[in-house]
């Protein structure tokens, strides 16, 4: 069974700290994801990674920014966390040519007070 | 990208079938059509994959019509379990970038 694992399943933080989510994933997949989740508005790319040191801008990658060393290991940075960054966050990934098929953590349901 | 429309919510009742529609007029030629399903609290299961006509798994049917413009997932017989939110995506088999959309909210009844 594929697992992806993310760091924690609830996060509070305060704002302007730099909050880093941590998704690893056991299956040796290519491709790794990183979701953000609003009510109404579905999910939403930010950024993913198709190689370790590769990474590729989403849908909305404003106020974050992704770190791949190893292949395992997809982080989610927020350099200075903002109010409108409170969501759940999902990490996905999948083999190199079946990016339709994705397997995703539990999430990470970050508030920023 | 082709975008994709859905119903917001659906509701059925324990052993009846659901077939929920997906229209996506600007599918490309080397477009796929892929199925997620949602439970509140977990990130979204896939559950099926079709190009085109009819595909089965343990799970559900796919059915795509030739022009390809819309899909249908079929669940057959419901129970509580399978109240979920069900997103269609389409895209390249290997293609970038991913694009989910609202889901259909599917509420299953006693």
């Known amino acids: 069974d594929v697992k992806v694992t993310q760091s924690s399943r609830y996060l509070v933080k305060r704002t302007g700290e730099k909050v880093f989510l941590e998704c690893v994933q056991d299956m040796d997949h290519e491709n790794m994801f990183w979701y953000r989740q609003d009510p109404g508005l579905g999910l939403r790319l930010i950024y993913f990674?198709?190689?370790?040191?590769?990474?590729e801008k989403g849908d909305i990658p404003e106020g974050y920014s992704v770190s791949r060393e190893k292949k395992e290991r997809f982080s989610l940075i927020l350099e200075s966390a903002s109010t409108n960054q409170t969501s759940m966050y999902l990490c996905?990934?999948?083999?190199?040519?079946?990016?339709?098929?994705?397997?995703f953590g539990p999430g990470t349901r970050l508030t920023v007070l | 990208l082709a975008k994709t429309t859905q119903p917001i919510s659906m509701d059925s009742y324990e052993g009846q079938e659901v077939n929920i529609t997906c229209s996506h007029n600007n599918i490309a030629t080397n477009d796929y059509i892929t199925w997620y399903q949602q439970f509140p609290s977990q990130g979204p299961r896939f559950i099926i994959q079709?190009?085109?006509t009819k595909v089965t798994n343990e799970v559900a049917s796919l059915f795509i019509p030739a022009d390809r413009k819309s899909s249908t997932l079929s669940l057959p017989r419901v129970s509580l379990s399978d109240t979920a939110v069900y997103y269609c995506l389409v895209g390249e088999y290997n293609f970038n970038k991913f694009y989910f959309g609202s889901g259909t909210k599917l509420n299953v009844k006693p």
């Open positions: 079709g190009y085109k």
């Open positions: 996905a990934s999948s083999l190199r040519d079946h990016q339709n098929t994705q397997y």
């Open positions: 990674s198709y190689d370790v040191k590769m990474k």
